[in-house]
Every structure is written in structure tokens, then in C-alpha cells.
């Protein structure tokens, strides 16, 4: 079993910015790709970023350029740095591992982020 806890979520002006960090515990050697989704209210649950376990990164087009997902090995943590932050990014962000045998990954609880305008 792996577990994720969110945390660094908040309320922000537009244009303002926030990181939000993963921690992994548990059965971390089993951790490979990690991401960021997000959840808006009324909207299906989208994926925001990933980080591979060599670090290679993706992002969705509506997030490029202005979030960043950065990976701490040694602290076992996945952070994403969001700046220029508009309106239509807020909702609920989730942290997900995937993992070596198992099929679904894990998900953390969530953390909200709200931005106003």
C-alpha cells in the first residue's frame, strides 16, 4: 500500500500563485509515474501533470507554461508549482501514484483550490 497526502492548497487572487506537495509513504519503492489531477465542480476529473520515475515531465495544454511538476527521490515527494493562476483552474487537486502491481494506483484525499477574479 502506497499513501499520498496533499497539502499547500488555498484560496488566490487570478494572476496569483500556489504549490501544492505530495508526500508518499508506505510502499514507496513501488512508486513510478506520479501526477496531478483536477476536479472541477460539475467536471470530470482531468489530468493536469506527470512526472516519470526518470523525470520526464507532461503537462495538459490548458496548464503549460504556467505549472510546473517537480519530484524530491529523497524526501519521496511530488510537488507542482502553479503560477499565473486564472479562475479555471480551480478545483480539487488530487496527487496519484502509480504503482508496481498495482493495477489502479493510489490517490490521495485532495486538496482544494480555489481562484478568484
Known amino acids: 500500500q502506497v499513501q499520498l497526502v496533499e497539502s499547500g492548497g488555498g484560496l488566490v487572487q487570478s494572476g496569483g500563485s500556489l504549490r501544492l506537495s505530495c508526500a508518499a509513504g508506505?510502499?514507496?519503492?513501488?512508486?513510478?509515474?506520479m501526477e496531478w489531477y483536477r476536479q472541477a465542480p460539475g467536471k470530470q476529473r482531468e489530468l493536469v501533470a506527470v512526472?516519470?520515475?526518470?523525470?520526464?515531465?507532461g503537462y495538459a495544454d490548458s496548464v503549460k507554461g504556467r505549472f510546473t511538476i517537480s519530484r524530491d527521490f529523497a524526501k519521496n515527494t511530488v510537488d507542482l508549482q502553479m503560477d499565473s493562476l486564472e479562475p479555471e483552474d480551480t478545483g480539487v487537486y488530487y496527487c496519484?501514484?502509480?504503482?508496481?502491481?498495482?493495477?489502479?494506483?493510489?490517490w490521495g484525499q485532495g486538496t482544494q483550490v480555489t481562484v478568484s477574479s
Open positions: 496519484h501514484a502509480d504503482a508496481r502491481n498495482a493495477p489502479f494506483g493510489f
Open positions: 512526472i516519470t520515475g526518470s523525470g520526464s515531465t
Open positions: 508506505g510502499v514507496i519503492f513501488s512508486i513510478t509515474t
